[in-house]
């Protein structure tokens, strides 16, 4: 068995802990694969991270990420992941609460001051909205980007593209275009399973030719 798949007896405690403490607010508390995964409701995301953050047995004094996930199958089809450490204790947490496009997470900028990017980038990506964030922009993409680009839907292409304007000496937006150079293949490339050979290739079918023996017999 893969010794860092075990869990340590503080991650158990804290486990334990956590079920027992704040059961009203979590959903579910367990160690998978060695890690401590908690799901949370979503009314009580400020008051589960300040009790992480603030009660003795947890120590989870360090926001390290916050990330999104997209389960378009679902009802609520989001997940706002927050990834948390205890430097104390040495060890961590990924707390999981739903979302979707109509139902807003709190912000927990007030208790992880550096939630304040991560949740931008939460919003810029997949369009989770986080209420009393003091400055709810997108971070990666431009101002005026349309949609959210990690969400499953989004297409490959986007909706518009970006060109550099030499007339009017800036940068514009126009709805994506394909060249037909881009929609038609002819099927010449190998990895395609096309037993036509691109040109030069003929000259590896033909056996290469035995040089005359130079002198007598």
Request: charged letters at 30%; a negative charge.
């Amino acid at each position: 068995m893969n010794q860092s798949a075990i869990p340590s007896e503080s991650l158990r405690d804290a486990c334990a802990h956590i079920q027992k403490a704040i059961a009203e607010d979590v959903v579910s508390a367990e160690i998978v694969r060695g890690e401590l995964v908690a799901t949370i409701k979503r009314s009580s995301v400020t008051r589960v991270m300040t009790f992480l953050r603030d009660d003795p047995t947890c120590q989870f004094s360090q926001l390290i990420d916050i990330c999104g996930v997209d389960y378009p199958e679902r009802e609520e089809r989001f997940e706002v992941v927050y990834h948390l450490l205890s430097m104390n204790k040495n060890t961590r947490i990924r707390v999981k609460v739903p979302a979707s496009e109509d139902t807003p997470v709190a912000s927990v900028n007030d208790i992880f001051p550096c939630a304040d990017w991560l949740e931008r980038e939460v919003w810029d990506m997949y369009g989770v909205y986080f209420s009393g964030h003091p400055d709810l922009r997108r971070i990666l993409t431009d101002y005026g980007f349309d949609g959210h680009p990690l969400r499953k839907d989004f297409p490959l292409t986007g909706y518009v593209e970006m060109r550099y304007d030499e007339d009017q000496k800036r940068v514009t937006y126009e709805p994506v275009k394909l060249a037909q150079d881009f929609r038609t293949f002819d099927f010449l490339s190998p990895w395609e399973g096309i037993q036509k050979l691109l040109p030069g290739d003929e000259k590896a079918a033909v056996p290469p030719a035995v040089p005359p023996k130079q002198g007598g017999a």
